[in-house]
């Protein structure tokens, strides 16, 4: 009777520690934050890297392989080049652009 106790209890432990790793709509499991966290770094190494973007003022974050873009750069060609750098990073799904050029609003 106390094995099946300690045997029961220790299933609901086990299952409550993967579902509260696990990722829903709004939130990410571990393992999706370690990628995303890889992501975002190697697309800010590959803006950083491109030659023809001078702007050090554009912001990457990543949410569930989803890049989002932002800050301000100084042309409409220089969006278009971050957004065209970030596609071609391995685990981007999709780029979202919320980039700015200077002066315009």
Not at 41 to 57: F, G, Y
């Amino acid at each position: 009777m106390k094995f099946q106790r300690c045997m029961t209890l220790f299933v609901a432990v086990i299952m409550a520690l993967a579902l509260g790793c696990a990722s829903t709509s709004n939130s990410e499991g571990t393992g999706e934050y370690l990628d995303d966290t890889a992501i975002t770094a190697k697309v800010q190494t590959a803006i950083l890297q491109e030659a023809s973007l001078t702007s050090a003022e554009i912001n990457v974050e990543t949410f569930k392989g989803v890049v989002q873009l932002s800050g301000f750069v100084g042309s409409r060609a220089e969006i278009n080049t971050a957004v065209q750098v970030a596609r071609k990073v391995e685990g981007v799904k999709s780029v979202r652009n919320d980039m700015h050029v200077k002066g315009q609003q």
